[in-house]
């Protein structure tokens, strides 16, 4: 019995996930002084235009949804061709 992964639902899911996460990473490191500002660096050389500003959390976050949402679209593709 083949049960298939909803793609579409994924996709959206994965994608709202890691922008909420990349959300999270931006607040705790405005509010630190040190911690996270390495993963912020690291997460800036990614996304593009991404920064501990109001946009370029934004930014980050649009990214970061398009980024973890095609991931969402490949995986539960290839799932449900794998799973025949």
């Not at 959300?23 to 993963?39: F, G, K, P, R, T």
């Amino acid at each position: 019995m083949h049960q298939s992964i909803n793609t579409k639902a994924l996709a959206l899911s994965l994608g709202i996930l890691w922008s909420l996460a990349l959300l999270s990473v931006s607040i705790i490191a405005l509010i630190s002084e040190s911690y996270l500002h390495n993963i912020v660096e690291f997460l800036s050389s990614i996304y593009l235009g991404y920064s501990l500003s109001f946009t370029g959390i934004l930014i980050g976050m649009i990214w970061a949804f398009i980024d973890a949402a095609v991931g969402g679209l490949v995986l539960a593709w290839l799932y449900n061709k794998l799973a025949k």
